[in-house]
């Protein structure tokens, strides 16, 4: 029974790495571009002349400030006064 369980175990982990080798003949082709590095370079040099070239993701991810309508010590004192009167959330 014990070695049973133990082929079927090894024959499930071979299987769970079989499309490795498929992966591996697929990473092994070249890349072809559509554009000369000239071309590339070009690209480059034109979007930072416009200011449109993001040297990471983040940049277009970052989200503006919004402003608040209330200070730091306003919602300050509204914290520890909640905290004080233990009455965090209604539903609590």
Known sequence: MNKSII????????????????????????????????????AVADAKAKGTLRFDEYAANRQQASGSARTRAEVRSEGIQTARSHAAHELY
């Open 7 to 42: 082929a079927i175990l090894l024959l499930s982990s071979a299987a769970a790495f079989a499309n490795e080798a498929a992966d591996e003949q697929a990473n092994r082709t070249p890349f072809i571009g559509s554009m000369s590095r000239s071309e590339v370079k070009a």
